[in-house]
Structures are given as C-alpha cells and as structure tokens.
C-alpha cells in the first residue's frame, strides 16, 4: 500500500475514492500478490503523470526481481519509454513484436492506426515517441521541442529547443 501511496487511503471506503485512487487501490493488491507473473490491462488508465510513473517504475522493480510483467498499453508513447519489447496487434492478430526502436516505424504504424504518424527520438533518451500528425512530412514542417535539462531533480531554467526536420 505505501508504495501505490495509498496507505492514507485504508480507512475510506472504496466507492468514495477517485478513478485514480481505485485504480492504484486495485494495483497494490495485485502487487500484494507476490506472483512470478503479472498481467495488466491498462494499469494506468485513471492516473496522472506521476502516478503513472510510479506505477511503471513498480513494474519495472518487479521484472529485475525475476518476474514476467506484461502490460497492455494503448498509449504508444509510454510502452516504448517502459517496454523492453513490444507487441502489436491489429483487428486480433499479432502483427510485429521487437523493440520500441524495431517496431515503430512510421509506415508501419501508420498502416495499423490507419492514421499518419510521425515517428522521432525522444531528446533525453533517444526512445521512439509517436505523433499524430496528418502532413508533417509532406509540407516539410519544422517540428519544435523543448526539453528541459535537470540535474538531481532541480529543472533548468533555460530550454533548449530541439528540431527535427
């Protein structure tokens, strides 16, 4: 419970708590469990940014102990920051499995969704991130992004923009 952060939670009733208290509420009994093999549908749905994280990072805390996770995701952009290997399917069949850097590729993906996506490294890690973006290539925009720098949690005031062609 303390590492879902819902131990302040234990004396409320499970019907007064948010979406997103229930849903971390859910995964610290799954991770109560202690099993070798976790399946989870959409863990993060309900979540914001921080808690989504932790949620991840229990994910990834639990397969350096030895154990299978696996995860069903529909957000591209956080399996390739957290997946070691991914697996797509469309209309119920497996169509790749590989890596986030084997499997997103833009005309691959595009076909999937059956919408343009834009397929470009992530400034700080170098991970796929996926965006949808219907003309980006064909009118040879410039695609701005600005990452912030940090050193031991403390943010740069200055943002240095990064530009994809």
């Known amino acids: 419970m303390r590492k879902t952060e819902v131990w302040r939670l234990r004396d409320r009733s499970y019907p007064t708590l948010s979406g997103g208290e229930q849903r971390r509420v859910t995964l610290a009994r799954v991770f109560a469990q202690d099993t070798v093999v976790m399946?989870?549908?959409?863990?993060?749905?309900?979540l914001d940014i921080g808690h989504v994280e932790m949620m991840m990072s229990l994910c990834r805390e639990r397969t350096r102990a030895g154990c299978a996770?696996?995860?069903?995701?529909?957000?591209?952009?956080?399996?390739?920051s957290w997946a070691d290997r991914i697996v797509v399917m469309q209309a119920g069949r497996v169509t790749a499995v590989g890596t986030p850097g084997e499997v997103y590729k833009e005309a691959f993906l595009s076909g999937v969704f059956d919408h343009p996506v834009v397929v470009l490294g992530h400034p700080c890690t170098g991970r796929p991130v996926v965006l949808a973006d219907p003309d980006c290539r064909a009118e040879r925009k410039e695609i701005r992004?600005?990452?912030?720098?940090?050193?031991?949690?403390?943010?740069?005031k200055d943002l240095e923009p990064v530009v994809y062609r």
Not at 145 to 156: C, F, L
Request: hydrophobic share 50%; aromatic share 0%; glycine share 6%.
């Open 145 to 156: 992004i600005a990452s912030m720098g940090s050193s031991r949690g403390a943010i740069s």
């Open 69 to 80: 996770v696996l995860v069903v995701l529909h957000d591209l952009n956080l399996a390739a």
């Open 39 to 46: 399946l989870l549908d959409e863990p993060t749905s309900s």
